[in-house]
C-alpha cells in the first residue's frame, strides 16, 4: 500500500513521459493524439490530464477515449495558445509529458433505466465521446439515448465517422451547424433549438453538457425550464489552472475548485456556488 500511494502521488506531482503512436489531423486547427497508455493507468470519462511539453509549459486537456475500450489514450487539442502550438509540432514517435488522471468523472450508473442526452457544441464533443462510447457499449442499461451537437460549420465536425456510427447503432443523433454550406444535410441553427424535438422524458431524463460558455449556460437554463431536474443537469467545466490538484488556486471560485471538486458539476451545484454565473 505505501508503494502504491506513493506511485499515485508522482502520478500527481511529476508528469510521466508517454511515446506518441499517431497524429491526427481533425480540422484546421484540432489534432487528435494517440498516445501510449503507461501500465496500471486508469482513467473514467470526464477526467482530465495535464499534459506538457518540455520548454513550453503545461496545459489541462481532457481525455477524449474511453479505458475500456482503446488501449491507449487520445486526447482531441486545439491550437490556441503556446503550449497547445508546442502540441502541435509534435508527431508520431516524439513525446511528450502527463500528469494524472485527474478530477471526478461523469456520474451515469444514476441514468441506469433513464434516458441521457447528450449536448455538446465544437470541441466539447471530445469529452463527452469518452463517456458517449461507454454508454453505447450498454445501451440496454438505459432508455433513449440522444445527442445533439452543434458546430458553427461543417468543416468544423469532430468524430463524423463515429457519431454516424452510433447513429446507426441506435442513439438518436441531431447534427446541427451555425452557417451551412452545401453538401451539408442535416440541421442548421442553434443546440438549444433542437431541445425540445428530444422524444425523451425531461423529468427523469439525465443529461450531459460540454461546449462553449455561453452554450452550456443556456443549455443549463432550458433543460431546468423544460422540467429536468437540476442534480441530473451534469457539465464539466473549463478553467484556467496551473497545477490541477488544488494547489495553485487558478480555479478556486466561491468554495470549489474546478481541478480537484470537478471539473464535472451539476446545474444545483453550480447555482449554489456560483459557478459558470448560470
Not at 508522482?10 to 486547427?29: F, N, W
Not at 470526464?46 to 477515449?65: H, R, Y
Not at 474511453?66 to 503556446?82: F, P
Not at 450508473?109 to 466539447?124: H, P, R, S, T, Y
Amino acid at each position: 500500500m505505501k508503494n502504491k500511494n506513493r506511485q499515485n502521488r508522482k502520478g500527481l506531482y511529476l508528469p510521466a513521459k508517454v511515446e506518441i503512436l499517431d497524429v491526427v489531423d481533425m480540422t484546421s486547427d484540432v489534432k487528435l493524439f494517440k498516445l501510449e497508455r503507461p501500465k496500471s493507468f486508469y482513467y473514467s470519462p470526464g477526467q482530465f490530464l495535464m499534459v506538457s511539453v518540455w520548454g513550453a509549459g503545461e496545459v489541462p486537456i481532457s481525455i477524449t477515449s474511453t479505458h475500456e475500450i482503446r488501449k491507449d489514450i487520445e486526447l482531441c487539442i486545439r491550437k490556441v495558445g503556446a503550449v497547445t502550438s508546442a502540441l502541435h509540432s509534435l508527431t508520431a514517435g516524439d513525446y511528450l509529458g502527463i500528469r494524472g488522471p485527474l478530477g471526478n468523472r461523469f456520474p451515469f450508473e444514476e441514468a441506469f433505466g433513464k434516458d441521457i442526452l447528450f449536448v455538446a457544441g465544437g470541441i466539447g464533443i471530445a469529452p463527452l465521446r469518452s463517456l458517449i462510447n461507454l454508454v453505447s457499449e450498454q445501451k440496454e442499461k438505459f432508455g433513449k439515448i440522444a445527442l445533439i451537437y452543434g458546430s458553427r460549420n461543417p468543416s468544423e465536425v469532430l468524430f463524423l465517422d463515429e457519431i454516424l456510427r452510433w447513429r446507426d447503432e441506435g442513439i438518436d443523433v441531431y447534427l446541427t451547424v451555425d452557417v451551412k454550406t452545401d453538401p451539408w444535410k442535416y440541421s442548421t441553427g442553434l443546440v438549444t433549438e433542437h431541445l425540445s424535438k428530444q422524444r425523451i422524458s425531461f423529468k427523469t431524463c439525465h443529461s450531459y453538457i460540454c461546449g462553449p460558455h455561453v452554450m452550456i449556460k443556456a443549455v443549463m437554463r432550458d433543460l431546468s425550464l423544460m422540467g429536468m431536474p437540476a442534480e441530473n443537469i451534469i457539465t464539466t467545466l473549463e478553467a484556467h489552472m496551473k497545477c490541477g490538484v488544488g494547489k495553485c488556486g487558478h480555479c478556486y471560485t466561491d468554495g470549489k475548485y474546478v481541478c480537484t471538486d470537478g471539473p464535472v458539476f451539476n446545474y444545483t451545484e453550480i447555482k449554489q456556488f456560483g459557478m459558470s454565473n448560470p
